[in-house]
């Protein structure tokens, strides 16, 4: 659980920062930032990838898993679902900030405001597939990473909201540790074989996340998402 806590931390340490700087971060400071972050994703995906290429017994199935989870996720729209979610929360509370004058709209803001970090920091394959990493292996960098960027993110969405942001901390402790007992308890169940699936497929989804944060190529990485049940279909059919 290491992992996960680190990258609750980094969510309460980025809003302290963020409620510190009160008029917010300036955009050539998010720029670099992401920049760099996108770098590190990037290095880390390809990495995760190229790493467990040649422990595949199975050299295509990533393939099929790519194609078949991204034509799932684009008939489920999930990306286009989630991006206007957030823009639509967004737009929201760009017009209360501007009508902020009571108690009561503050409140609105900062709920708005914390439903839109939430959907941020917890659905994405760093998130997702970080803490199932860290349980059955016991390597935390998918999480690291993910606590990087939540650091970032936090700082911002603080000096916008304030530090009820925080809040945001125990909802994403909770969700990536709902993984981490699963992964723990279905332990027996995953293979090393599996595994190596899982980080082929999410390796390359953390590349596609990479390339958006650099602004090179918006993969819709969310609607590869389906991708990462595919090999765990194929061990369940093939174990019957």
């Given at each position: 659980?290491?992992?996960?806590?680190?990258?609750?931390?980094?969510?309460?340490?980025?809003?302290?920062?963020?409620?510190?700087?009160?008029?917010?971060?300036?955009?050539?400071?998010?720029?670099?930032?992401?920049?760099?972050?996108?770098?590190?994703?990037?290095?880390?995906?390809?990495?995760?990838?190229?790493?467990?290429?040649?422990?595949?017994?199975?050299?295509?199935?990533?393939?099929?898993?790519?194609?078949?989870?991204?034509?799932?996720?684009?008939?489920?729209?999930?990306?286009?679902?989630?991006?206007?979610?957030?823009?639509?929360?967004?737009?929201?509370?760009?017009?209360?900030?501007?009508?902020?004058?009571?108690?009561?709209?503050?409140?609105?803001?900062?709920?708005?405001?914390?439903?839109?970090?939430?959907?941020l920091y917890c659905i994405g394959p760093l998130s997702?597939?970080?803490?199932?990493?860290?349980?059955?292996?016991?390597?935390?960098?998918?999480?690291?990473?993910?606590?990087?960027?939540?650091?970032?993110?936090s700082t911002v969405f603080a000096s916008t909201y304030?530090?009820?942001?925080?809040?945001?901390?125990?909802?994403?402790?909770?969700?990536?540790?709902?993984?981490?007992?699963?992964?723990?308890?279905?332990?027996?169940?995953?293979?090393?074989?599996?595994?190596?699936?899982?980080?082929?497929?999410?390796?390359?989804?953390?590349?596609?996340?990479?390339?958006?944060?650099?602004?090179?190529?918006?993969?819709?990485?969310?609607?590869?998402?389906?991708?990462?049940?595919?090999?765990?279909?194929?061990?369940?059919?093939?174990s019957i």
């Amino acid at each position: 659980m290491i992992g996960t806590i680190v990258n609750t931390c980094s969510i309460v340490a980025g809003t302290i920062i963020g409620t510190m700087l009160h008029r917010g971060v300036k955009e050539q400071y998010k720029k670099v930032l992401y920049d760099g972050l996108g770098l590190a994703s990037l290095a880390i995906g390809l990495n995760a990838t190229i790493g467990n290429l040649p422990k595949s017994n199975y050299p295509v199935l990533f393939i099929v898993a790519i194609a078949f989870g991204g034509v799932v996720g684009t008939a489920l729209d999930i990306d286009g679902r989630f991006k206007r979610l957030v823009d639509r929360r967004s737009r929201k509370n760009e017009n209360e900030n501007e009508k902020c004058k009571g108690k009561e709209e503050r409140s609105g803001s900062l709920a708005d405001g914390l439903a839109t970090a939430i959907l941020l920091y917890c659905i994405g394959p760093l998130s997702m597939l970080g803490p199932v990493i860290s349980a059955l292996k016991g390597d935390n960098t998918f999480l690291f990473t993910n606590a990087t960027l939540d650091f970032v993110s936090s700082t911002v969405f603080a000096s916008t909201y304030g530090f009820g942001m925080v809040l945001a901390a125990p909802v994403l402790f909770c969700w990536q540790g709902l993984f981490y007992m699963v992964a723990e308890l279905s332990s027996q169940a995953v293979s090393d074989a599996l595994m190596s699936e899982l980080l082929i497929v999410g390796g390359l989804m953390i590349t596609g996340s990479g390339l958006g944060l650099l602004q090179l190529k918006d993969c819709k990485t969310l609607n590869l998402l389906p991708a990462l049940l595919v090999p765990v279909i194929w061990f369940a059919l093939k174990s019957i």
